[in-house]
């Protein structure tokens, strides 16, 4: 078979080997159903004393279905009909007389997870790379191949649904602490304890509760399933992703009732999976499986960095890089400023690491270097320091100075253009951008940005750094703002101008959450910092031809800078925002919304033409995953030729006769297919 192949052991126990053919990771194409249906007939004929799942890929058990075959195209029927027919497949393996195991290591999501739950044992490698995850909702839908009736069934009704409703992955350790597995193992061992539990076929871990029977009562469905809508709500809106909330009524109306839990799974999913909102998720699954592969380019796999600025940014850079298992040097001027990065990566490794051992093992790779010692045996440098133009340029002759002709010199500067900075180099070509985004443990994206100077294979090189500390490159032409700031700053402004008219914070905030932005851009000006935000407009603004609006420059006059300073445009009390009361019968124009919006999407269009990104899809990637652009609606470009082009430059226009000429449509719309 091309993806599955059968051995026969001396203790009579059947290996049904999966290694697809066509994939880096193991997915439940239809092929490898297919033939995993031709397998299992061959096993029930043989009738062995036990069968187990193993994979024979390094990284991964199964990294779920195909999400391919899941593209626009697919009629709910067939998607319907292709659930039913994984449901009897999955179901043979569970009926087998013979006692089953899946040998869990690396990656084990979604329809793989659910394949191991139909095995009468889960045994799972004890390491850090063990992962396992219901990701179905962050793709619009829920577990479709049986997972709602035996995640629930193995674990009970809450972790169940919690992991479900979340999407979030957790270690193998963690998955035998709640029953998801039975057990785990080192590497060098877990092919013994299959076999072993094979034999000795110990009572399978399963949740029959007294609490796990009473949830799942009439009664007491009704009554959680109020409470997971009301937390679900704080974190998803209703209106943007409707599969965590068709997943709870799934199971308040059919949790008592295996079988038409099943049939319940089959129409939902199907009914979920042709919608805009989870073929728009897949787009963005798809389009950040592109900014991946960038990093593919190249073979740059640096052990060193060395980070010169320990302010907030350059010392959370040095401290991500810690934590990805790079070495790590750290320089600043002022000892006080090495301190506090070297505190606060303390703090990032306790969170994410948890176990003291690695927690030290991340700290002895972090070394504040005040003098600038480790800059000869790094393979890259990235200077994040203030953005003065010759502050930059000073620092990057004594870096080229003393760096290996083979190491990358990088800047993460926000605006300021690398042919400027680059002027100071006897070798302007060695000089890219990586912009980093705050902050740097949350923000996925890193601009990876290049000048008309800059060599291909340097560009390449920054992405693969960047995939090696696990973020998404975004390959972009050095230009003020370069994209995400580009684009973000005329939305910022037009949220600030409405200010100025009269319109309340909280108004104007509640109109871009309604759109699915993840906040609103008044509360996140304040979380920048009024002062960067005013000083990043004042450099684009003679260049893109922006209006600073007043209020922006009066909040900084008064030293009122946001979230950082207690007051913004804000009030804040340890760190939140005072609420502020609003008279009851307050009416935001009909257009707040577009005013906002639709400066964002037009200055997406000039970007395009002028060649700042490449294409659409990764403009889109940008925009997603930089601004956090409601991953909903597919991204800012797909967002307008969904709404036609036509149709959106008229609104464009209208609202430049309204409000003026910062609406003037750009020259590239014509491009697009406008009139």
């Known amino acids: 078979m091309k993806h599955w192949h059968l051995k026969n052991d001396s203790h009579d126990i059947s290996w049904l080997h999966f290694n697809h053919a066509d994939s880096p990771l193991n997915i439940l194409s239809q092929e490898a159903l297919s033939e995993l249906k031709e397998l299992l007939d ?9 069968m187990i799942i193993v994979s024979d890929k390094p990284g991964s058990f199964i990294a779920g279905a195909d999400v391919n075959s899941f593209c626009s195209g697919m009629k709910q029927r067939q998607a319907k009909e292709h659930i039913q027919w994984v449901h009897r497949l999955y179901q043979r393996i569970e009926d087998l007389s013979f006692p089953t195991l899946a040998m869990i290591h690396g990656f084990c999501l979604g329809g793989g997870l659910e394949l191991a739950l139909c095995c009468n044992y889960r045994l799972a490698r004890d390491d850090a790379s063990t992962r396992l995850a219901f990701p179905e909702v962050k793709l619009g839908i829920f577990p479709g191949y049986g997972g709602t009736v035996r995640a629930i069934r193995q674990i009970g009704v809450l972790p169940a649904m919690q992991l479900m409703l979340s999407g979030r992955t957790i270690t193998g350790r963690q998955a035998k602490k709640i ?92 009914r979920l999976l042709v919608g805009d909102v989870s073929q728009n998720l897949i787009r963005v699954f798809f389009l950040q499986e592109r900014l991946k592969s960038l990093g593919s380019k190249n073979d ?134 990586l912009h980093f985004f705050n902050p740097v443990a949350k923000m996925q994206l890193v601009e990876v940005v290049h000048s008309h100077h800059t060599d291909l294979e340097l560009i390449h090189k920054g992405t693969a750094f960047v995939r090696r500390i696990e973020r998404l490159p975004l390959p972009v032409k050095s230009s003020p703002g370069f994209l995400v700031n580009r684009v973000l700053m005329p939305y910022l402004l037009e949220a600030i101008r409405l200010i100025d008219e009269g319109l309340p914070a909280p108004i104007i905030d509640k109109a871009a959450v309604d759109f699915g932005m993840p906040m609103g851009p008044i509360e996140l000006a304040d979380a920048v910092g009024l002062d960067i935000c005013l000083a990043v407009a004042q450099k684009l603004a003679p260049l893109f031809d922006l209006t600073i609006p007043d209020k922006l420059k009066q909040q900084v006059n008064a030293k009122q800078l946001g979230k950082k300073s207690g007051r913004g445009f804000y009030y804040y009390e340890k760190g939140h925002i005072l609420k502020q009361k609003l008279p009851q019968a307050y009416k935001a124009p009909d257009d707040l919304t577009d005013r906002m919006i639709f400066r964002l999407l037009n200055e997406s269009v000039a970007c395009l033409r002028e060649g700042i990104i490449e294409d659409e899809d990764l403009l889109d990637a940008g925009i997603i995953f930089g601004t956090g652009f409601a991953p909903f609606r597919g991204g800012p470009m797909h967002t307008l030729h969904r709404g036609g082009i036509d149709r959106q430059r008229q609104q464009l226009e209208v609202l430049e006769k309204r409000h003026g000429a910062q609406f003037h449509p750009d020259d590239g719309w014509t491009k697009l297919g406008g009139v």
Not at 42 to 50: D, F, I, K, L, T
Not at 191 to 216: K, M, Y
């Open 300 to 433: 740059f796999s640096p052990q060193h960095v060395h980070v010169v600025g320990g302010g907030t940014m350059g010392g959370d850079i040095a401290a991500w890089c810690a934590l990805k298992g790079l070495r790590v040097t750290l320089q600043d001027r002022e000892a006080r400023f090495l301190t506090k990065a070297v505190s606060r990566a303390h703090q990032l490794f306790s969170k994410k690491l948890r176990q003291p051992r690695l927690i030290r093992a991340a700290m002895d790779r972090l070394m504040p270097d005040p003098k600038g010692y480790g800059i000869a045996q790094a393979d890259i440098a990235i200077e994040a320091i203030f953005e003065d133009i010759e502050a930059k340029q000073q620092l990057f002759r004594e870096l080229e100075a003393q760096m290996r002709p083979d190491a990358l010199l990088a800047t993460n500067t926000s605006s300021i253009p690398l042919e400027t900075i680059s002027e100071a180099l006897n070798a302007p070509a060695r000089l890219i951008g």
């Open 42 to 50: 061959e096993v029930e004929a043989s009738q062995p004393s036990g």
């Open 179 to 270: 029953g998801l597995v039975d057990q785990t193992a080192p590497q060098r061992q877990l092919q013994a304890a299959a076999v072993a539990i094979i034999q000795q076929q110990p009572s399978p871990r399963r949740q029959p509760t007294l609490l796990n029977r009473l949830l799942n009562t009439q009664p007491g469905r009704q009554i959680t399933a109020s409470l997971l809508i009301r937390e679900t709500a704080k974190h998803a809106n209703p209106k943007h992703y409707p599969a965590p909330y068709a997943l709870i009524e799934h199971w308040k109306q059919h949790g008592g009732d295996q079988q038409a839990m099943f049939q319940s799974e089959a129409c939902e999913v199907s």
